[in-house]
Every structure is written in structure tokens, then in C-alpha cells.
């Protein structure tokens, strides 16, 4: 059995940078690269693509990153493992297969599918209710366009088995990219891990992948803190983190030499936490993980040592997120400059205001904020008095308007033109006239296991 | 004896911070920079507190778990996010500026315990290593 394996960090969302994976393949002595393309909202993106045509929905930043990557991961025996499929796994592999084809390179490319679960949550007889308040998904049935179980880790061991060099799937768990290629390599027992210690290894290894799935946020990027942050060494060539685990699960977190960015205690355990719950239930497909003995120790510069994750078996349940159009939105932003800019941009949105109520149009909310005052904060931005915003050189507004009617949605930036000649003086920079978007609201909910049936099939080389 | 029992200052001078989001809740994870600073953070630092603080703007639940492995406080709020990311009118539709907004609440210490805290080098390996930069 091997002893250790050393994976790195992909991308940590669609359109992040793929320069650091080329260190981390070069200089990084990794074995395989896990590539997590999509966030928690991408798939209301990709759903978008697929909309306006059938053979699009997948994350199309894999096909430049791999004409990139691949030549530099082949000679090396790096294996790639990804989530770029979104919506449409087969065309995503199909893609990266036609563009790496040109170049004289074919990689057994292996692919994913089977989380999608729109069909079941359509079903009028099936309960699928809101996992975090509990309504019902009838009020919001009709209206859905997506809806995604996350896979676990299992299809990807078995595309590594098959001896695919590049896997690309829909949706699965995040951390299940790393755990596939951990269980792969290091002869982990996953759907027959039945003792503690097999549930460790595999909390071990979902911890790996929950580090790692962030890219530059588990080694300096994104550093939330006040001072501190500047000392974290050359952001812009960043090194994405790179885990080197044991067969017993001890995983070393570090980096690529050369690169910029910082792996320490602190800036690990900020991304652990992060968008994690009950941290002594964070659950996945493959293993239920208890953060609440693990212990991250420095071992020098740009080295921390984890050890102590406990796991338990999984539920019976899959995690779903399924998305539904939610009405529209239109946006405004103007500029207002001294003096009164304050008592201008309030008269404008009294005038808004009055204009919405006169023409009956239709909307739910008109939110407004001030950038450069309050929309980072709301109301715990301190706020200057009217007489010292007066005083301002000048203030910015951004008005939202909220819409079930996407004919109001569409006049709404109409509204303002006007004002130019005929409002308030002193502006600039008004933006908005055509702004309409479609908003879409996210249930997540849960689907029994046995109602969601993962598929892998090995890509058949092009002609 | 007249002096002043204790001294208020913001989160941010003894914790740092990241937050995210699912669905309509953002989490925080606030990180004392030492064994000190997690006393005092573990102390001050309730849900009750947390949602009080960010009851101006957000009415949520606040549900909060102590790490002391990692000197570390776990926060989830409710109903933060306008129903979720893709329907937040907010520029800030993922919270992602949150996690600073949480680091403006202001506790109370002792002027002894903010002088332990300052005093006690940070647990982690920094390249220059001073608490304060």
C-alpha cells in the first residue's frame, strides 16, 4: 500500500485563477490536483448557459485550464479530479476530450452524472421540505430549475480504479474531489468502513478536502483580520495548498516552494471553519465529521500537521440544492457630489418613490443603500450625521428594486433619466437604465439515498 | 482607588475572522491570536451577545459553538442573507463583509487581561512574528 499521496488544490470557484495549479504540478511533487468549480450558486449559473443552449450547463473554465495543465500533468502521472460538469458532465468531458484531442493528447477521461434529482423534487406525492426552515417545497414546485443531490466519493474511486486520468463530475460534495483520490491512493475502506478508525481515516480525509476545496482561502488568501494580514508574503503569486496524507490519515497541509501566501495555524484554521455549522456534525456523503479534537500544529514554515478528526457513519440521506426563479430585479447606482449631496440623493428617492406609487407599478421592496457608507455593514456602519454627509464630497446610492413583474423590473431604471435635467444637480456616473435580472431563490433539502443512483463511465476515445 | 475596572475594545483587537454563507445563514468562525485572547473571547463573546449586536440590522437566531482546540468560537446566523445569495438585493449578497462587521462588536476586559492578551505572542508561525504589524 502507499505510503502517503500528495493532492493540491484546483480551483476554488469558477473563474478562479489556475496559474498556482501550475506550481503546485511543477514544483509541488503532487499525485493529483482536485478542482472544485462549483459554489453553492454556480448552478443557477450554469442553469442559465443550458437554457440558452442544451450542450452548455458545465463550468467552461476546465477546457482552457486543461489545455494548460495537461501537458505539464501528464509527463509528471498527475491525475485530475473535478466537479466542472455542473449541469452537464458528458458535454463538459466531451469539450475538454475534442480541445485536448487537438493538441495530440488523449487522457481516459472518466464521467460522473446521476445527481441530478429535478424529476423527484417535481413529483406532487414526494416531501421534499426546506432543510433549514422547514416549509413545504409545494409553494415553490412549479417554479423550480434545478435540483442536485451532492455525490459522494465513491464514483470517483472507482473512475481512479478504472484508471482514468481525468474525472469529471456534476455535482458531488466538495471535499468528496479529495477524498475520492485519498481513498483511491491510499487503500481506505469507504462504502465497507464500518470501524472508528475507518471513520477517522475518512474525517481525516474529508478535512483534507475541506481545506483544500477553497484554493487561496486555505493558505492566506481572503486573511479576515485587522493588521496581520499584510504580513502574509506576495498574494499575487499565490500558492494554492497542497496536502501530503499518511495512510493513517495524518495530513500535512503546505505548498508549492516559490509561492507566495502563507500556510500556518492561522490562516488553516480560518478556512476549516469555514462555512462549516455544528462543527461536531459536519456532514457529507461519506462520513459524518466531529471537528472538535482536531489538532493543527506548525511543523516550520508553511507546514501545519492535522491530526484528530473524528468521523461516524453517514445518514441515509443525500443533501440537496435545488433552485427556484424568485421574481426580478432591477438596479440603479448614482453618483451625487457636494454640496448637499446627502439632502439630493434623499430628495431623488422620495421622487423614486412617488413615481412607483403614481404609475401603480408593481414591486415587493425598494432597497436602498449607499456605497461607501453602508453597504458592507447596513446599519452597523457608523453612520455620519446629515449635516456631515451634507459636507461629503460626495454620496453614492444604489437603489434595488424587487419585482414578481419583470415589466416593472424593466421600467424601473426609465424612471430616472429625467432627473438629469430636471433633479437635483451635481451628478455623475448614473448607471442601470437596463438592468433587469432574474432572482433566484435556493432550497436546499434532503433526498433518501436510494432515490439518487451515481453513474461513471469511462469516455470511449475520440475518433 | 479610582480606576477603571474595565476597558472596552473591538473584537478585532484580539480575534480575526471569516464568514460564509449557505442559503439564508452566514457563519463566522472567530480565531483568538493566543491562549489569552481565547479566555477572554470564549467569555464575552455569547449568542445572546452576538445577536444583540447584530440586532439593528438582523433579527436572526444566533447558535454558537466553543472550539478550544483550535482557540475558536463558531457562530451561525439566521435569516441573514434576504432569503439567500441569488435573491440578496445587498452588494454584499454572501456576507462576505460580515465576518468584519462581527469584528466591530465591542467587548469589555480587564486593562490586565488586554495587557495579557497584547503581551502573548500569536500560536501560529508568521514569517515576522509580532502580534501587532
Same mark, same amino acid.
Given at each position: 500500500?502507499? *505510503?502517503?499521496? #500528495?493532492?493540491?488544490?484546483?480551483?476554488?470557484?469558477?473563474?478562479?485563477?489556475?496559474?498556482?495549479?501550475?506550481?503546485?504540478?511543477?514544483?509541488?511533487?503532487?499525485?493529483?490536483?482536485?478542482?472544485?468549480?462549483?459554489?453553492?450558486?454556480?448552478?443557477?449559473?450554469?442553469?442559465?448557459?443550458?437554457?440558452?443552449?442544451?450542450?452548455?450547463?458545465?463550468? #467552461?473554465?476546465?477546457?482552457?485550464?486543461?489545455?494548460?495543465?495537461?501537458?505539464?500533468?501528464?509527463?509528471?502521472?498527475?491525475?485530475?479530479?473535478?466537479?466542472?460538469?455542473?449541469?452537464?458532465?458528458?458535454?463538459?468531458?466531451?469539450?475538454? *476530450?475534442?480541445?485536448?484531442?487537438?493538441?495530440?493528447?488523449?487522457?481516459?477521461?472518466?464521467?460522473?452524472?446521476?445527481?441530478?434529482?429535478?424529476?423527484?423534487?417535481?413529483?406532487?406525492?414526494?416531501?421534499?421540505?426546506?432543510?433549514?426552515?422547514?416549509?413545504?417545497?409545494?409553494?415553490?414546485?412549479?417554479?423550480?430549475?434545478?435540483?442536485?443531490?451532492?455525490?459522494?466519493?465513491?464514483?470517483?474511486?472507482?473512475?481512479?480504479?478504472?484508471?482514468?486520468?481525468?474525472?469529471?463530475?456534476?455535482?458531488?460534495?466538495?471535499?468528496?474531489?479529495?477524498?475520492?483520490?485519498?481513498?483511491?491512493?491510499?487503500?481506505?475502506?469507504?462504502?465497507?468502513?464500518?470501524?472508528?478508525?475507518?471513520?477517522?481515516?475518512?474525517?481525516?480525509?474529508?478535512?483534507?478536502?475541506?481545506?483544500?476545496?477553497?484554493?487561496?482561502?486555505?493558505?492566506?488568501?481572503?486573511?479576515?483580520?485587522?493588521?496581520?494580514?499584510?504580513?502574509?508574503?506576495?498574494?499575487?503569486?499565490?500558492?494554492?495548498?497542497?496536502?501530503?496524507?499518511?495512510?493513517?490519515?495524518?495530513?500535512?497541509?503546505?505548498?508549492?516552494?516559490?509561492?507566495?501566501?502563507?500556510?500556518?495555524?492561522?490562516?488553516?484554521?480560518?478556512?476549516?471553519?469555514? @462555512?462549516?455549522?455544528?462543527?461536531?456534525?459536519?456532514?457529507?456523503?461519506?462520513?459524518?465529521?466531529?471537528?472538535?479534537?482536531? @489538532?493543527? #500544529?506548525?511543523?516550520?514554515?508553511?507546514?501545519?500537521?492535522?491530526?484528530?478528526?473524528?468521523?461516524?457513519?453517514?445518514?441515509?440521506?443525500?443533501?440537496?440544492?435545488?433552485?427556484?426563479?424568485?421574481?426580478?430585479?432591477?438596479?440603479?447606482?448614482?453618483?451625487?457630489?457636494?454640496?448637499?449631496?446627502?439632502?439630493?440623493? *434623499?430628495?431623488?428617492?422620495?421622487?423614486? #418613490?412617488?413615481?412607483?406609487?403614481?404609475?401603480?407599478?408593481?414591486?415587493?421592496?425598494?432597497?436602498? @443603500?449607499?456605497?461607501?457608507?453602508?453597504?458592507?455593514?447596513?446599519?452597523?456602519?457608523?453612520?455620519?450625521?446629515?449635516?456631515?454627509?451634507?459636507?461629503?464630497?460626495?454620496?453614492?446610492?444604489?437603489?434595488?428594486?424587487?419585482?414578481?413583474?419583470?415589466?416593472?423590473?424593466?421600467?424601473?431604471?426609465?424612471?430616472?433619466?429625467?432627473?438629469?435635467?430636471?433633479?437635483?444637480?451635481?451628478?455623475?456616473?448614473?448607471?442601470?437604465?437596463?438592468?433587469?435580472?432574474?432572482?433566484?431563490?435556493?432550497?436546499?433539502?434532503?433526498?433518501?439515498?436510494?432515490?439518487?443512483?451515481? *453513474?461513471?463511465?469511462?469516455?470511449?476515445?475520440?475518433? | 482607588?479610582?480606576?477603571?475596572?474595565?476597558?472596552?475594545?473591538?473584537?478585532?483587537?484580539?480575534?480575526?475572522?471569516?464568514?460564509?454563507?449557505?442559503?439564508?445563514?452566514?457563519?463566522?468562525?472567530?480565531?483568538?491570536?493566543?491562549?489569552?485572547?481565547?479566555?477572554?473571547?470564549?467569555?464575552?463573546?455569547?449568542?445572546?451577545?452576538?445577536?444583540?449586536?447584530?440586532?439593528?440590522?438582523?433579527?436572526?437566531?444566533?447558535?454558537?459553538?466553543?472550539?478550544?482546540?483550535?482557540?475558536?468560537?463558531?457562530?451561525?446566523?439566521?435569516?441573514?442573507?434576504?432569503?439567500?445569495?441569488?435573491?440578496?438585493?445587498?452588494?454584499?449578497?454572501?456576507?462576505?463583509?460580515?465576518?468584519?462587521?462581527?469584528?466591530?462588536?465591542?467587548?469589555?476586559?480587564?486593562?490586565?487581561?488586554?495587557?495579557?492578551?497584547?503581551?502573548?505572542?500569536?500560536?501560529?508561525?508568521?514569517?515576522?512574528?509580532?502580534?501587532?504589524?
Amino acid at each position: 500500500m502507499t *505510503q502517503s499521496i #500528495r493532492i493540491g488544490s484546483g480551483l476554488g470557484f469558477y473563474g478562479d485563477n489556475w496559474e498556482p495549479v501550475v506550481a503546485s504540478t511543477e514544483r509541488g511533487q503532487v499525485q493529483y490536483i482536485a478542482s472544485d468549480h462549483l459554489a453553492e450558486l454556480t448552478l443557477a449559473i450554469l442553469q442559465k448557459d443550458r437554457q440558452r443552449d442544451p450542450s452548455l450547463g458545465y463550468a #467552461r473554465d476546465v477546457v482552457p485550464m486543461l489545455l494548460r495543465l495537461w501537458p505539464l500533468m501528464q509527463p509528471r502521472g498527475v491525475r485530475f479530479v473535478c466537479n466542472a460538469g455542473g449541469l452537464n458532465p458528458m458535454s463538459a468531458a466531451r469539450a475538454v *476530450q475534442t480541445a485536448l484531442a487537438t493538441q495530440g493528447w488523449h487522457p481516459r477521461i472518466a464521467v460522473v452524472s446521476g445527481d441530478d434529482v429535478l424529476t423527484p423534487l417535481q413529483t406532487p406525492d414526494s416531501r421534499f421540505d426546506h432543510l433549514m426552515n422547514g416549509a413545504q417545497v409545494t409553494s415553490v414546485r412549479e417554479r423550480l430549475v434545478f435540483g442536485n443531490a451532492y455525490l459522494g466519493a465513491q464514483p470517483i474511486v472507482d473512475a481512479l480504479g478504472q484508471g482514468a486520468d481525468i474525472v469529471i463530475t456534476g455535482r458531488v460534495a466538495d471535499a468528496a474531489l479529495f477524498l475520492g483520490p485519498l481513498v483511491h491512493g491510499l487503500g481506505w475502506k469507504l462504502a465497507d468502513a464500518a470501524t472508528p478508525d475507518d471513520f477517522n481515516r475518512l474525517a481525516q480525509g474529508l478535512t483534507v478536502g475541506h481545506l483544500l476545496e477553497c484554493s487561496g482561502q486555505g493558505s492566506g488568501g481572503n486573511f479576515g483580520s485587522q493588521g496581520h494580514w499584510q504580513q502574509i508574503p506576495d498574494l499575487a503569486h499565490i500558492g494554492y495548498p497542497i496536502a501530503e496524507v499518511l495512510a493513517d490519515g495524518t495530513a500535512f497541509i503546505t505548498k508549492a516552494p516559490g509561492t507566495g501566501g502563507l500556510i500556518n495555524f492561522d490562516t488553516v484554521r480560518q478556512q476549516l471553519l469555514y @462555512e462549516v455549522h455544528n462543527p461536531h456534525a459536519y456532514f457529507s456523503p461519506d462520513v459524518v465529521l466531529d471537528m472538535g479534537q482536531i @489538532e493543527l #500544529r506548525d511543523e516550520g514554515e508553511h507546514r501545519v500537521r492535522v491530526t484528530g478528526a473524528l468521523g461516524r457513519a453517514p445518514t441515509d440521506q443525500l443533501k440537496v440544492v435545488a433552485g427556484f426563479r424568485d421574481g426580478f430585479k432591477a438596479e440603479v447606482s448614482w453618483g451625487f457630489s457636494w454640496p448637499d449631496a446627502w439632502d439630493k440623493v *434623499q430628495a431623488a428617492e422620495a421622487m423614486i #418613490r412617488s413615481q412607483l406609487k403614481e404609475r401603480h407599478m408593481r414591486f415587493d421592496e425598494l432597497f436602498v @443603500e449607499y456605497p461607501g457608507l453602508n453597504s458592507a455593514h447596513g446599519p452597523l456602519a457608523p453612520m455620519p450625521s446629515a449635516a456631515q454627509l451634507n459636507q461629503r464630497a460626495e454620496i453614492w446610492v444604489r437603489m434595488v428594486l424587487r419585482t414578481p413583474s419583470k415589466a416593472a423590473a424593466d421600467g424601473f431604471g426609465r424612471l430616472f433619466p429625467w432627473m438629469a435635467l430636471s433633479g437635483p444637480a451635481y451628478t455623475c456616473g448614473f448607471q442601470g437604465l437596463n438592468s433587469t435580472s432574474e432572482l433566484l431563490g435556493i432550497w436546499p433539502t434532503l433526498i433518501p439515498r436510494h432515490r439518487v443512483s451515481a *453513474q461513471m463511465e469511462i469516455l470511449e476515445p475520440c475518433a | 482607588m479610582n480606576h477603571t475596572p474595565f476597558v472596552k475594545i473591538a473584537l478585532a483587537q484580539l480575534a480575526h475572522a471569516r464568514s460564509g454563507d449557505k442559503a439564508d445563514w452566514v457563519d463566522f468562525g472567530l480565531f483568538a491570536w493566543n491562549e489569552a485572547g481565547y479566555r477572554i473571547i470564549e467569555r464575552e463573546v455569547t449568542a445572546t451577545k452576538v445577536q444583540a449586536h447584530f440586532a439593528p440590522w438582523i433579527a436572526g437566531q444566533v447558535d454558537a459553538w466553543p472550539l478550544p482546540n483550535m482557540l475558536a468560537l463558531k457562530f451561525v446566523l439566521h435569516g441573514a442573507l434576504q432569503g439567500g445569495g441569488a435573491r440578496n438585493l445587498r452588494l454584499d449578497n454572501l456576507g462576505k463583509a460580515m465576518g468584519a462587521a462581527l469584528l466591530r462588536m465591542e467587548i469589555e476586559l480587564s486593562p490586565e487581561e488586554f495587557e495579557q492578551v497584547q503581551k502573548s505572542p500569536r500560536r501560529g508561525w508568521w514569517p515576522e512574528a509580532s502580534l501587532r504589524t
